[in-house]
C-alpha cells in the first residue's frame, strides 16, 4: 500500500513552514531514505509515524541539520537547512527522545545557558521558563538541583521547557513522551495542541499511534524509506479511527 | 550468585575498547607492575644487603615495607568496595532481579578476597622471595608465605568496609559542593607538591654531597629497629611469616576478625540503607537569583568551563595540575640542574654543550602538553549533548574554537607563568625561557588541532585514537631534543636549533590545520550523539 490517498487538496494560502523536496540520504551502501517529499503548514499538528528503523529518526535529524543528506532540499521557516542553517535553528525548538541536557549544570544554569544562546531577553525568560516549569509541573525549587540528580522524566520536561523557551515557529519532538509519567502526557498532549492553534507547527513522531490519531491534524507513515501514506485526519475523520490497522497494514504488505 | 560474581568481575575488568586496544592496554598494565615488582624488589634487596649484619633490622625492614604495602592495600580496598557496594547503577540493576541483599553481599566479599589476594601476592611475595634469597630462608617460609595474603585480608578489608560508606557519603558531597571539591584537590595538589619537593630536596642533597652511605649509619639503623614495635599490627605478621612465631597469630586474627566483623555489619546496614532508599539528592531551597542572560558566546565558555569542571578527573588532571605548574615546574628543572652539575654528571655534560639547557627545555614542552591533554577531550565530554550542539543556532566553527581555545588560553596562561618563574628565579637562562615558551605555545597549538581533529573522527560510541597526538605530545619533543643535542655537540648554536624546532613543529602542524579547516563542518555533521 503506498501512498493510499494522499491529501493533495491542501488550500493554497497555507503557509510551508517545513519543506522537504526529493530527501535522500544513505549511510554507506545502505540508503535509508529515497526520496521524502513533504510540506508541513504553520498552525498544524503533524504526526511523523513509522515501524522501528524505517528512517523516522533519520529524516528527523536531517531536518533539524543534525545528519548531512546525499541529495534534496529541506527548509525551515522559509530557510534551507544547509545554505542558512543559522536562521533555520533558530526558527525551530527540538526535544530529543533521550533528554540531552547538560548533567554538570543545574536545571536552571541549562535553561539560562539556553535562554542565551537564542538571545532572549531576561524579562521573556522569566515569564517563560516560569510558566513552562509550571505547566510541565517541574518543581522549581528542583531547577536549584544538578540536572545529574534529576530522573529521567524530570530531564525531559527540563528539556521539553527548554525547547519552548525561544517561542520557536516549529516545535520538533521525537519520541517526546518516553518517560514521563501519565499527567505529564496529557498536559504534553494538551501544550502540543495549544501550540498548534496558536499558528505554530508541531512536527511530532511517536510509536503511540493512540496519542497520533487523537491528537494530529495530518499524519504521515513512512515505510522503507519512503512516504507510504499522508492522511489528513481533520477532512477524513475515518483515518482517525482506523490509523492503528492502516498502520498494521503498511507494514504487513 | 556466580552469575553475581561474574557480573562483578565483569563489570571491573570489561571495557567498551577493543581486543587490540585492551591486549595493549593489559601490556602497558602487566609491563608497569613488573617495574614497579622490580623496583620494589630492588629496593628492598638493595637495603638488605647493606643491614643484613645487624640483629633484628632485617625483619624491621621487613615490617616497613610490609606496612607500606598493608597502607596501599586498604586504600585500594577502599576503592574497590566503593565500586562494589556503592556502584548507583549497579544498585539500580540489582534491584529489578529476585536476588536477596545477602546473596549480593556474599558474592560481593567474595570478589574483594580474590582480587585482594591477587593484588597481594602480587605485591608481597616478590618481598618474601627477595627477603628468603637474601637472609637464606628454608624452604617452609616461602610455601607459608602464599597464605599472608588470606591472613592479611581480614584486618586490611575490615578497616577498609568499616570507611567506605562514609568515603561515599563524602565523595557524593563533593559532587554537590564544586569549590569546596576543587579547594580539596588544591590542598592534596599542594601537599603532594611540598612533600615531593622535600623528598627531592634530600635525594639531591645526598647525591650531591655523596652521602647516601649516612642513611645505614649504625645509630640510624638501631634508631629504625626500635621503630619496629610501633608497626602494630603489622609486626605480628613479622612474627608468624619470618620469626615463626605462631603464637602471635591468633591475636592478629582476632584483632582482623573484629574489624572486619564490625566493618562488614556496617557495610551491611549502609548497604540495605542505599539500596532501599532514594540516593538522589534532596532540593536544595530555591533561592531569588539575579538572571543572568549573557550573550551566545559568553554561554558556550561558561558551559565548557562547567564541562571541564565537571568531575573529579578533570579537577586533578587538568586544573589543579595547572595551578600547580609554575611550582613543579621549578622544582623539577632546579633539581635537574643540581643533579648534572654534580659528581660525575659535570663532566659528562661539559662534553655536550646545552644538554642541560635541552633537558630543561624538554621538560617545559612536555609537562605544558601533558597537562593539557587532561581537558582536550573535546567531543568526548560532550557525550550525548552532541545533538544540543548540532541544532542551537551557533556555528559549528565558533562552538569549536569555543571548545578549543578554553583549555589552550588556561593552559597558555599557566605556561607564562611558569615561564615567568623559571626566568625570575634563575631555573632556566632568558633565551630559554622565552624558546621554551614559544615552542611550547605553538605545539600547544598544534597539539591542540590534532586532539580536535582525532575527536571529531570518533564513530559509534567509540573511543577517540590518540596515536598521532601521543607522537606530537611525546615523541616529537623527546626527538628534537635527542637531535638538538647532537646537533649541539657538532657546535650548532643553540639560537639556530630554537629556531629549527619552532619552524619544525610549525611545519608539522600546519597540514593537520588546512585539514581540520577543511573538513571541520564534514566531520562535525557526522559526529553521533551517544544515546
Redo the contacts between chains.
Sequence with gaps: MVNEKPATNQPQQREVVISIKDLHKSYGPKEVLKGIDLDVYAGELFGFIGKNGVGKSTTIDCV?????FNQGEITLNGYDIIQE???A??S?G?V?S?P??????TG??YL???????????GD??RNYKYLCTRLSL????????V??Y?HGMKQKLCLAASLLHNPKIWVLDEPTVGLDIMAVEELKRMMREYANHGKTVFVTSHNIDLVAKLCDRVCIINKGKIAALYDLNREPNRRIQLAKIFMDIYKN | MLNLLIKDFKLMFSSERSLSKRIISGVVTVLFVACFVVLEIFLFSAVLNKIKDFRQAPEAFMTLFLAVVTILMIVAGVLQAKKLFFNEKDIEQLTRYPVTNSQIILSKLIFLFFSHYATAILFVYPLFIAYGQTITMPVWFYYIALFYPVVSFFFEMGIALLVVYPVWMFSQFL??HLLLEFGLAMVLLLAGTYAYSNILSLFIELVANNQLSIIFSTENITKFVGIEKYLFPINFLTDVFVDRKYGSLWPYLSMGVGIFSLGLTVTIFTFHYVRNLSI??K?????E?K??????I???I??EI??L??GTDYIFTFSGLLIVQPFLLFMIVSALNTIFSAGLFRYYVTVVPNFITLIDFLIIVMFTLIINQGANNYVTMEE??I??M??????YKTQLIVKMMIPFAMSFASLFLSSIVLVAFGAVSVVTGIMAFLFSTVSLFVFDVISLREELHIRHGKPRTTYISSIYSYLLPFSYVICGIILSYLGTSLAAIYLAGILLIILLGLPHLVYVKQNMG?LF??LE?I?
Excluded at chain 1, 533539524?64 to 548531512?68: L, P, R, S, V, Y
Excluded at chain 2, 548540532?390 to 556555528?395: A, E, R, V
Aim: net charge positive; hydrophobic share 30%.
Design positions: 533539524i541539520g543534525a545528519k548531512k542553517p543559522i536562521e535553528k533558530y525551530y527540538y530529543a533521550e540531552s541536557c547538560y548533567e554538570s549544570m536552571y544554569d539560562e545557558f539556553v535562554a542565551s544562546i537564542y538571545g532572549i531577553t531576561e525568560f522569566v518543581d522549581l525549587k528542583e531547577l536549584a538541583n544538578p545529574s540528580d530522573s | 559532587k554537590k538522589t539528592a532540593s536544595r531551597p530555591l533561592r537569583r538572571v543572568k542572560i549573557t550573550s551566545p559568553k554561554a558556550l561558561k558551559k562547567s564541562l569542571t565537571k550525548r549533548t545533538k544540543n548540532k541544532t542551537i543556532p551557533i556555528s564534514s555533521m557526522d550523539a544515546n
